[in-house]
C-alpha cells in the first residue's frame, strides 16, 4: 500500500528500505532511534513476518514471536582470553 511506500522511503538505512519490502526487518547497535522505532512498530502490527536482532539487543526487544532463532551464542571474553557461552539466565 501507499502507507508502507511512505514509511519505507522515511527509512535512513538503505539495507533496511529493501529488506522491508519483504517482509523483512532488522535492528542494530547504530541504528538511528527511528529507523528503531519504525521496524518494531511494523514487527507489531504485522507488517514485518521476520524480525532479525543481534544476540546482544534481544533482550531490549519486548515482542511476542511465534518462532525463535538464536545463532553466534558465544562471544569472546578478552580477560579470560577464549569464546565463553552467553547465559541462560
Known sequence: PNEI???ISSLREPALQQVVTAGIGFVHGGMVDSDWEC???LYKEGALR???CPA???WR???VAHLVVIM???TFDGRERRYVDYPIA
Open 5 to 7: 511506500t511512505d514509511i
Open 39 to 41: 521496524v518494531t512498530n
Open 50 to 52: 521476520i524480525l532479525v
Open 56 to 58: 546482544d539487543l534481544c
Open 61 to 63: 526487544l519486548r515482542e
Open 72 to 74: 553466534g551464542t558465544e
